[in-house]
């Protein structure tokens, strides 16, 4: 079945700092990709729809210019996270869509720690 | 008012039980249902999927939907602790586009 692969799982960084989340799609071609922000105990909230060689589009109240998203290839979309800060501390999945199978295939998700 | 409603739980039931987790939706143009599981600090992966109304079994899981009451629904039988997860319910007007998500039922299954 379709794979996502999404690195790193975990990470621990400095208040003002960048952090990049990679989501790799590795046995199929994802034109588009999701990602998702997800709080304790909460469902999955839809941060952003990447779309390979264009901008990604941004759903209300995220900012684009703190969560940068490039899908440069077919198989891979990154999620940038600029000038983090504590309240940016969160678990972060993407997701792509595979034309051959049904529904969406999750990365394994990224916990953000910003201290 | 949400556009998919799910209790969050959390649901506790003995190892061997019957589960029935619940969604419901008010957007009648969702023709595309899903269920999927989480594990702690994971990322959810698909258990079922279902086009418009009816049932769908695969193993000890059955899921429902009922288009005419806007409610789906995700039976679990003979419910093992392994099944101890969230369970979120997904839905979309077509297939793999702009989908929403329920806020997951946090299910505990004991020895």
């Known amino acids: 079945g379709a794979v996502v692969s999404q690195h790193p799982s975990r990470v621990i960084c400095k208040s003002g700092t960048s952090v990049k989340i990679e989501c790799r799609s590795l046995?199929?071609?994802?034109?588009?990709m999701f990602w998702y922000r997800q709080f304790p105990k909460q469902s999955l909230m839809l941060m952003a729809t990447s779309n390979e060689g264009s901008k990604a589009t941004y759903e209300q109240g995220v900012e684009k210019d703190k969560f940068l998203i490039n899908h440069a290839s077919l198989t891979l979309s990154t999620l940038t996270v600029t000038s983090a800060h504590p309240e940016d501390s969160s678990f972060y999945i993407c997701?792509?869509?595979?034309?051959?199978?049904?529904?969406?295939?999750f990365g394994s998700g990224t916990r953000l720690t910003v201290v | 008012q949400k556009e998919v409603e799910q209790d969050p739980g959390p649901l506790s039931v003995p190892e061997g039980a019957i589960v029935s987790l619940n969604c419901t939706y008010s957007?009648?143009?969702?023709?595309?249902f899903m269920w999927y599981r989480q594990y702690s600090r994971k990322g959810p992966e698909l258990l079922m999927y279902t086009y418009s109304s009816g049932n769908k079994e695969d193993g000890r899981f059955t899921a429902q939907v009922d288009k005419s009451s806007k409610y789906i629904s995700l039976f679990i039988r003979d419910s093992q602790p392994s099944d101890s997860a969230t369970y979120l319910c997904a839905m979309s007007k077509m297939d793999n586009n702009d989908m929403r998500f329920g806020a997951g039922t946090r299910l505990t299954v004991k020895p």
């Open positions: 046995d199929f071609q994802a034109t588009t």
């Open positions: 997701s792509a869509s595979d034309t051959g199978n049904y529904g969406y295939t």
């Open positions: 957007n009648s143009a969702f023709q595309y």
